[in-house]
């Protein structure tokens, strides 16, 4: 139903409608909308998650001190998580990225 409404839209609006509403139309759907959307999307995301691992790495570290539950490579390890989770949003942060889109 939407694809109808969305498809009337734009061939009203090539008959002699506003070429704005059309112009609106295509850019809110273009796949590169789509791609830019998701890669904030995805940051936040990514945001999050290494939160959540300085927030372990804390606590395991507590642990390893005070109770000696975990062990020195199992910290190390851990700690590990959070270099990579930095170099993948490094690679998000790019404002440069090749973006290919197949289909129609």
Do not use: C, W
Request: charged content about 30%; aromatic content about 8%; hydrophobic content about 40%.
């Amino acid at each position: 139903m939407a694809a109808y409404i969305n498809r009337a839209m734009i061939q009203s609006s090539m008959i002699g409608g506003d070429s704005q509403l059309r112009s609106d139309v295509r850019n809110d759907n273009s796949p590169l909308q789509i791609f830019v959307k998701a890669k904030k999307r995805i940051n936040d995301i990514f945001m999050d998650i290494e939160k959540y691992v300085e927030e372990t790495v804390e606590f395991m570290t507590s642990f390893q001190n005070d109770q000696n539950i975990v062990t020195v490579e199992e910290a190390i390890k851990v700690k590990a998580y959070i270099d990579k989770i930095r170099a993948i949003k490094d690679v998000l942060k790019r404002d440069h990225m090749k973006v290919a889109f197949f289909g129609r």
